[in-house]
């Protein structure tokens, strides 16, 4: 701290009355010989003052508690997401599950099992002996890892727009 | 510092909750009109726009009455009810820094500021000018303890710190404050 913020410290605590009685009497008698403390002491109360003044209580629109009121009695918004958008995105979810069931029944996907094949040989390591390697690749299990996601992320739009909502009314019923 | 009592007494706030939840929702609007202008200007010191911290002030009402259940009495209300609303602003004030600030929305600090604009004087401008150079935690400690119609103990429960912190936190601010005012008024003197 330094020593001018440090007049400050003890001179917002002799406002405060937060100094013991030695602590005081030493700080009035520096106060009386330093035409400096008194101005460093009168800008403290200037700013006591002005914090004093302008910090008031407001007061809200006059139809303030009927708004709230108003408030109280729509349904409380659970998630982000409107159970109109919900149910669309849904509805998405569901018709991409169908095109990928079907495609993997009828063997649109089968022909497409290959090995990837990584050859590093030819790229960087010419004067080296590098084994190639060789990765299966499925479009059966590409598309079944899909298909495995969708029905995640269709689960949880189920729940966020039609099973939670649904229990919370039930239980709002109740009480 | 002289704080005035509550409006209502603890055991009028517990009988009008007894009230709402066993079903009485009107009864919520004896204690909204009992708290309203202390949320609003709590809502006002964070948010600092006028429009926001009505929508904030709403919210918080509304926040407690859906969460009327889980109060446990252990404190007053109010106290619960400040702690809702500052949250509720403070988030309300995260999500709108994303946008940009309206310029006519914008009040200058303080609500009484245009009342006072005559009488003021240009050493209040710039401690407003220094207010602005505080952090603000700071800055909302120092606004809510002034407000003379909250306690230590109620600004630091509604800030969710402990009461020594704001304490520690007020003290600061205002050496703050006299430091920039210092720097302030010694920029003006050179300009002169």
């Known amino acids: 701290m330094t020593p001018r913020n440090d007049w400050n410290d003890r001179l917002i605590r002799l406002m405060d009355g937060e100094l013991n009685e030695a602590e005081a009497a030493q700080v009035e008698r520096e106060l009386r010989q330093s035409a400096e403390l008194q101005q460093q002491l009168s800008q403290l109360k200037e700013i006591d003052r002005f914090l004093q003044r302008q910090n008031k209580m407001v007061h809200p629109s006059k139809n303030f508690t009927d708004q709230v009121m108003n408030g109280i009695t729509l349904p409380v918004r659970s998630s982000a997401l409107s159970p109109k958008m919900g149910l669309m995105l849904l509805f998405g979810v569901l018709v991409i599950t169908m095109i990928a069931v079907f495609s993997l029944r009828s063997g649109l996907f089968d022909s497409m099992e290959m090995p990837i094949e990584f050859n590093f040989q030819s790229l960087y390591f010419q004067k080296l002996s590098v084994p190639t390697l060789s990765l299966p690749f499925s479009g059966k299990w590409l598309v079944s890892a899909f298909l495995i996601l969708n029905l995640v992320v269709g689960f949880v739009l189920l729940d966020r727009t039609i099973l939670k909502p649904y229990f919370q009314r039930r239980a709002e019923a109740v009480h | ?192």
Not at chain 2, 89 to 103: E, G, P, Q, T
Not at chain 2, 162 to 182: F, G, M, S
């Open chain 2, 1 to 192: 510092m002289l704080r005035p009592r509550a409006v209502i007494t603890k055991e009028e706030e517990f009988a009008l909750i007894d009230r709402v939840l066993a079903g009485q929702t009107e009864a919520y609007a004896r204690l909204v009109d009992s708290y309203k202008s202390y949320v609003f200007t709590i809502a006002l010191k964070v948010l600092e726009n006028r429009p926001e911290a009505e929508e904030a002030a709403q919210d918080a009402f509304i926040r407690a009455f859906h969460y009327l259940k889980k109060f446990n009495r252990e404190a007053r209300f109010s106290t619960w009810l400040y702690r809702i609303t500052f949250n509720t602003a403070i988030s309300a004030k995260r999500k709108n820094k994303m946008r940009l600030d309206s310029i006519e929305n914008k009040i200058i600090l303080h609500e009484g500021a245009a009342e006072d604009a005559l009488e003021r004087n240009d050493k209040h401008e710039f401690i407003a000018q220094a207010m602005e150079k505080l952090n603000e935690m700071d800055k909302l400690s120092i606004q809510l303890y002034y407000l003379q119609e909250f306690s230590l103990e109620e600004v630091a429960e509604m800030m969710g710190q402990p009461t020594n912190t704001i304490k520690v936190r007020v003290h600061r601010a205002r050496i703050r404050l006299a430091e920039e005012l210092t720097k302030i008024l010694k920029s003006e003197v050179v300009n002169l």
